[in-house]
């Protein structure tokens, strides 16, 4: 790494810590660390900038850091340090009052006079926790009921969280979708037993629709280990992601539409 590199980084850190969008606009790359959008899906600079614009104004006192740098190789290494408080309504939450302090490994390869990123070590489950303490995601003892709020994660936010990675995970099975919209919006085998769901799930080969995996009878899962049928979309609200299930892979609305 030039020393032009450390002190552009220098600067990258100073910028966040005082205007963390602007920071984000004018130091972040269009490509993440090991991986490049496509032509027509959103750059990083513009996923990770939405994510920052959204919380901005749901946690006012947010702000971030990123601590203990050092160098690696290629690449420069450290923790990013994010903190506020959720005062205000995100993604369909009201504000909890919750005090949110997380930090992460992450690194960053310097691209041109900007910054490519990448979460190092990012771990799912304690990302479905901080959800979880935002009004995001239900109580543990409460996953398998309706959500207690209107919440719409982002897309891009929930393939981080699913996933681990930005990337979409190779899947051997969108060639195989067949159906994009559901004929029903319930779950039949959930409706007559007297049974309620948080979401629903379509099977993209079929057209069928059960219930979702945190939900008590998983009728999604259970008619694809009946079938073979494994790529599915939510069509909770105005969710359209997907998910294969062979793959473990997630795939946003575009992917699927695209696909199709």
């Known amino acids: 790494m030039s020393d032009l590199a450390e002190d552009r980084l220098t600067e990258f850190i100073s910028s966040l810590e005082r205007d963390p969008l ?25 996923r990770i900038g939405a994510l920052v614009a959204d919380v901005l104004v749901a946690l006012p006192d947010f702000a971030a850091s990123i601590v203990d740098v ?14 506020g408080t959720h005062e ?17 490994p992450i690194s960053l390869r310097a691209i041109d006079d900007r910054f490519a990123l990448r979460f190092d070590d990012f771990s799912p489950p304690e990302m479905v926790g901080v959800l979880r303490d ?15 709020h209107p919440v719409a994660i982002p897309e891009f936010l929930l393939k981080l969280v699913l996933t681990g990675q930005a990337a979409d995970r190779p899947c051997r099975h969108l060639e195989s979708i067949r159906v994009t919209a559901p004929t029903t919006r319930v779950c039949a085998q959930c409706f007559a037993r007297g049974d309620s769901w948080p979401s629903l799930r379509l099977c993209l080969m079929c057209g069928f629709v059960g219930c979702c995996d945190t939900s008590k009878n998983r009728h999604a899962l259970a008619h694809y ?14 969710e359209g992601w997907g998910w294969c299930y062979a793959d473990n892979a997630f795939f946003e609305s575009a992917t699927i539409d695209r696909s199709a």
Not at 22 to 46: C, K, L, M, Q
């Open 70 to 83: 050092g160098r690696d190789g290629d690449r420069f290494t450290g923790s990013l340090r994010v903190t």
């Open 22 to 46: 602007g920071a984000i606009d004018r130091f972040v790359a269009p490509d993440f660390f090991a991986y490049s959008p496509g032509p027509e899906d959103p750059t990083a600079t513009e």
């Open 88 to 104: 205000n309504t995100l993604w369909g939450a009201p504000g909890s009052g919750y005090r949110l302090d997380w930090m992460s």
């Open 225 to 238: 280990e009946e079938t073979g049928h494994p790529v599915i979309r939510s069509i909770r609200m105005d």
């Open 134 to 148: 935002l009004g995001l995601v239900n109580p543990p003892d409460e996953m398998d009921k309706p959500s207690h």
